[in-house]
Nanobody, 121 residues
Framework: QVQLVESGGGLAQPGGSLRLSCAAS????????MDWYRQAPGKERELVAA???????NYADSVKGRFTISRDAAKNTVHLQMNSLKPEDTAVYYC???????????????WGQGTQVTVSS
C-alpha cells in the first residue's frame, strides 16, 4: 500500500505565503510524476503544478510566477511553495503521485487526503 500525506495547509492573508508538503510512504519502488491539484467549492478539481522524476515542472497559468513545486526524490516528498496568495487560491489541495510499488509493477495514481488552504483577510 502507498500513502500520500499532505501537511502545511491553513489560513493565510492575501499576499501571504504557505508551504505545502506531501510525503509518500509504503511500498515504493519508483515515483514518476508528483503533482498538486486543488478543488474549490462547486468547482472541478484542477491541476496546479506537476514535477517529473527528472525535475521538469509544469504550472497552471493561474499560479505561474507565484507557486513553486519542488521534489526530494530520495525522501519521496514534494513541496508547493505558494507566494502572493489570492482569495481565489482558496481550495482543498491534493497531492497526487504516479507510483510503481515494486519493480515490474504498473505505475498507478495515488491521492492524498487533501489539505485546506484558505486565503482571506
Amino acid at each position: 500500500q502507498v500513502q500520500l500525506v499532505e501537511s502545511g495547509g491553513g489560513l493565510a492573508q492575501p499576499g501571504g505565503s504557505l508551504r505545502l508538503s506531501c510525503a509518500a510512504s509504503g511500498t515504493i519502488f519508483s515515483i514518476n510524476v508528483m503533482d498538486w491539484y486543488r478543488q474549490a467549492p462547486g468547482k472541478e478539481r484542477e491541476l496546479v503544478a506537476a514535477i517529473t522524476k527528472g525535475g521538469i515542472t509544469n504550472y497552471a497559468d493561474s499560479v505561474k510566477g507565484r507557486f513553486t513545486i519542488s521534489r526530494d526524490a530520495a525522501k519521496n516528498t514534494v513541496h508547493l511553495q505558494m507566494n502572493s496568495l489570492k482569495p481565489e487560491d482558496t481550495a482543498v489541495y491534493y497531492c497526487h503521485g504516479v507510483v510503481q510499488p515494486r519493480s515490474g509493477d504498473f505505475y498507478r495514481g495515488t491521492w492524498g487526503q487533501g489539505t485546506q488552504v484558505t486565503v482571506s483577510s
